[in-house]
């Protein structure tokens, strides 16, 4: 089974600053997919980036990035610029690339990192 | 963007009862919705998988007698909680996945209390 690892349970940033959460994975399959999510106050889950595995180009939106190595099985988060808005837990997750597999299409969430950001 | 309405966002009910969450896809078609359940300050943990016209799939230890789903439409799933104790107090959050494989939907979460 697939397993997500945040290790970071709290983090801090001043605002305006940059930020990098880290996040790594276990599988033993070649097609999958990565996410972050954001979960603000509100508890509202929201997409922040996703990486498709297949791809060697790191996934950027804004001024969200993402350091994936997938032979180290590390898809960590950087934060450029962080906001106020920003403060929220972050989810990291995975998904099979094949619908058909045991996993199916769930998503397998990490523990999460709570990120507080100082103004 | 795609849109997933949850309802109620809170709700009370005395032990014993039983309560019924809402999931309705707004402007898209759910063909699989998923069931979490998140304790405070924790990750949100799969209780189980729908996809519509089909039974459910509940992850191990989850009781299908006392969570029961229903998907019976592309736009509406269910979660009813039956003969609901405190233990079962909980935020419980649906997710939507349309014909986009990796578009997944959240609703908002219901934060349930059981007295």
């Known amino acids: 089974a697939q397993t997500v690892t945040q290790s970071q349970p709290e983090m801090s940033v001043q605002e305006a600053e940059t930020v990098t959460l880290s996040c790594t994975y276990d599988?033993?399959?070649?097609?999958?997919?990565l996410f972050w999510y954001k979960q603000p106050p509100s508890r509202q889950m929201i997409l922040v980036i996703r990486q498709e595995a297949y791809k060697q180009q790191n996934a950027t939106e804004n001024r969200f990035s993402v350091n994936f190595q997938k032979a180290a099985k590390s898809f960590s988060l950087k934060i450029s610029d962080s906001q106020l808005g920003d403060a929220a837990m972050y989810f990291c997750a995975y998904r099979s690339g094949f619908d058909s597999s045991a996993s199916g299409s769930r998503l397998t969430f990490g523990e999460g990192t709570q990120l507080t950001v100082n103004p | 963007g795609a849109v997933v309405s949850q309802h109620p966002s809170r709700v009370i009910c005395k032990s014993g009862t039983s309560v019924k969450i809402e999931c309705r896809s707004l402007d898209f078609q759910a063909t699989t919705m998923f069931w979490y359940r998140q304790f405070p300050k924790q990750s949100l943990m799969l209780m189980a998988t729908?996809?519509?016209?089909?039974?459910?799939?509940?992850e191990q230890g989850v009781e299908k007698d006392k969570f029961l789903i229903n998907h019976a439409s592309l736009t509406l799933s269910t979660l009813t909680v039956t003969s609901a104790h405190p233990e079962d107090s909980s935020f419980y959050i649906c997710?939507?996945?349309?014909?986009?494989?990796?578009?997944?939907?959240f609703g908002s979460g219901t934060r349930l209390t059981v007295v």
């Open positions: 599988t033993s399959e070649s097609d999958y997919y």
């Open positions: 729908s996809n519509e016209g089909s039974k459910a799939t509940y």
């Open positions: 997710s939507a996945r349309g014909w986009d494989k990796n578009g997944y939907t």
